[in-house]
């Protein structure tokens, strides 16, 4: 089946720094890809859609200053965490559409202290 | 907005027993996915169903899609622990890759 990798797989970093997460489709393209925001036991929280060679589409109550997404490629997206806070810490994880289905990354785990 | 409750949140049951967790909304969507997720990782599609009244079966666990596609369900006979995890259905609609997530399910399964 169609792969998706995240790097890095988990992150610990200081308040106020940034922090890049990338996410690539292995074997196929994606013109599309989403981030996902969950919290300790809860279900997945989509933040917003990336869209190759075009500005992301993000959800009500995201901010799209803090959470930056470039889509540079087919096969890449990229989430910037900037001037990350201790709120911030959660698990990331992106995904990529294939018809009637959605391949998931493993996630990044973003410790901020 | 569309929403997706799921019942139980958390269950609980011995190896052995049968369980069945619900997916409702009051919105109609064009499909809707079983997502099994363990700890760490991204949840992986156990399977999408697209008619209303479909039944599928996946060895020991079986989906049923509600007739007017707007709820689902997940029954699984003889649980095993290895069926332990975060179970989450989620919506789709025709030309919109974008996934509705219900609330999620906790099962454990208890040797």
């Known amino acids: 089946g169609a792969v998706v990798s995240q790097h890095p797989s988990w992150v610990i970093c200081k308040s106020g720094t940034s922090v890049k997460i990338e996410c690539r489709s292995l074997?196929?393209?994606?013109?599309?890809m989403f981030w996902y925001r969950q919290f300790p036991k809860q279900s997945l929280m989509l933040m917003a859609t990336?869209?190759?060679?075009?500005?992301?589409?993000?959800e009500q109550g995201v901010e799209k200053d803090k959470f930056l997404i470039n889509h540079a490629s087919l096969t890449l997206s990229t989430l910037t965490v900037t001037s990350a806070h201790p709120e911030d810490s959660s698990f990331y994880i992106c995904s990529a559409p294939r018809p009637l289905e959605q391949f998931f990354g493993p996630g990044t785990r973003l410790t901020v202290l | 907005t569309q929403l997706l409750e799921q019942s139980p949140q958390f269950l609980s049951i011995q190896e052995g027993e049968n369980l069945t967790v619900y997916c409702n909304s009051s919105s109609v969507f064009s499909s809707l996915q079983w997502y099994r997720q363990e700890p760490g990782e991204g949840p992986v599609l156990l399977v999408t169903v697209v008619t209303g009244g479909e039944v599928k079966k996946l060895k020991r666990l079986t989906f049923q899609f509600g007739d007017a596609r707007k709820d689902s369900s997940l029954h699984i006979t003889a649980a095993q622990p290895g069926d332990t995890g975060l179970y989450l259905c989620a919506g789709a609609n025709f030309g919109n890759e974008k996934l509705t997530f219900g609330t999620g399910t906790r099962l454990t399964i208890i040797p």
């Open positions: 074997d196929f393209q994606a013109t599309t």
């Open positions: 990336s869209n190759e060679g075009s500005k992301a589409t993000y």
